[in-house]
């Protein structure tokens, strides 16, 4: 096998959230290590941003589909070109791409299994407008070996904590539990901002709660929270993934039919569900299985003070609550890095997905690469 070497490495990503396209110059070492050059949020123009979520509501045509993914590809392109104008060319870009579809479902059609995702962001387009390899479609691989093609965060998670529970709180919220009690596993705890990011759109006209100043504004209504908490979700054993095909605006707007009828304790409310399904996710799956003593948040919930400040209330006390920044990692910036990672394994042949977490039956090399 050919001698690794550290490599530049551009990593692209755009999440569930889909606020922006996260672009970052990272250094890849061949000790898995991962340090960030420069990172940028670019953000999707407006129209291109709106048929995303037309495509999230299912309410797209196959042609508007076919060009979409050409589209995404551009602006992916132009963000990984906002940078190679600053700092020159990379080795590689590793782009994830803007999941429109994700289906982790075992059912089958003519005993032919259904379960799939879809990444859009053409790689062709990547690669000729700015002249590099690039490695994308991490996910099917996983799949095709019978996985859920999710998380693949936990890949670097294992390499780069000990002993921890780590939180992604983008869209949706995941946890990599990384403990020399066992192997790495990983899972979707539920929902992170998806929810919230709709009712401040729908009732403040906002993107976001910025640093959670409406959530802290409100109250918790004890009785939507405890209603929200059954949902059959939150019970299932792990491996298990989530996404926008089930926590939909139908199912928003379904849950916003018992909801308190003040817009602010509706805000805080979802936000305590994001903190406290979190904990809940740990007490019935980790804790039983592992000494946790830290979790370390990372993902735009990580700047959410209220979202924070129930997490505290929420988890036992002897656990200590970190960001990645305590560990020097930008927690927006830190599944770029990742997918830099990813990406840097692909090119060299390493197996990067984790069977533990995805339920694959065995470890593989993901990802497609376009020359
Ligand atoms: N300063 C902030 N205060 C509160 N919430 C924030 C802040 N910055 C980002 N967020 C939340 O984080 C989301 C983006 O998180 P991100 O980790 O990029 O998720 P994804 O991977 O799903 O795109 C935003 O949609 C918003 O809800
Ligand atoms: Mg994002």
């Not at 490599?7 to 890849?28: H, N, P, Q, Y």
């Not at 996985?147 to 921890?164: M, T």
């Not at 903190?275 to 735009?300: L, S």
């Amino acid at each position: 096998m050919e001698e690794k070497e550290t490599k530049k490495v551009i990593g692209l990503m755009s999440g569930t959230s889909c606020d922006s396209i996260d672009a970052g110059l990272c250094e890849v070492n061949p000790d898995m290590s991962v340090k960030l050059v420069h990172g940028i949020n670019y953000s999707y123009p407006e129209h291109i941003r709106a048929k995303l979520f037309s495509a999230f509501r299912g309410e797209i045509s196959i042609k508007e589909l076919c060009q979409l993914n050409f589209a995404v590809g551009k602006c992916f392109a132009n963000a990984a070109n906002v940078l190679i104008e600053e700092f020159g060319k990379p080795d590689l870009i590793s782009s994830h791409g803007q999941t429109v579809y994700h289906y982790p479902y075992d059912e089958k059609l003519d005993n032919i299994s259904l379960k799939s995702t879809l990444q859009i962001g053409e790689s062709s387009i990547i690669a000729k407008d700015t002249g590099c390899m690039v490695v994308s479609n991490f996910r099917e691989s996983d799949i095709a070996l019978g996985g859920q093609g999710a998380p693949l965060v936990c890949f670097a998670d294992e390499k780069w904590f000990k002993n921890s529970l780590v939180q992604n709180i983008g869209g949706i919220s995941n946890v990599t539990v990384v403990s020399d009690d066992c192997e790495t596993f990983g899972f979707d705890t539920g929902c992170g901002n998806i929810m919230i990011d709709y009712c401040v759109q729908k009732f403040f006209g906002g993107k976001y709660d910025k640093d959670g100043k409406i959530a802290a504004s409100g109250n918790i209504c004890e009785s939507w929270l405890d209603c929200l908490l059954q949902d059959e979700y939150y019970f299932l054993e792990p491996p298990k993934t989530t996404g926008r095909e089930y926590f939909s605006n139908k199912y928003i707007e379904n849950i916003l039919k018992t909801a308190p009828s003040e817009p602010k304790d509706i805000i805080t409310t979802l936000t305590a569900l994001t903190a406290k399904t979190i904990a809940q996710a740990y007490e019935r799956f980790v804790y039983p299985q592992v000494h946790a003593d830290t979790v370390i948040i990372g993902g735009g919930g990580a700047y959410n003070k209220t979202m924070m400040k129930f997490l505290r209330n929420y988890l036992p006390k002897r656990i200590e609550l970190k960001t990645h920044e305590d560990y020097g990692i930008s927690n927006n910036f830190k599944e770029v890095m990742a997918f830099a990672l990813l990406g840097y394994c692909t090119y060299y042949g390493i197996p990067n997905n984790v069977p533990s977490c995805t339920g694959a039956d065995k470890r593989t090399v993901l990802g497609k690469i376009t020359y």
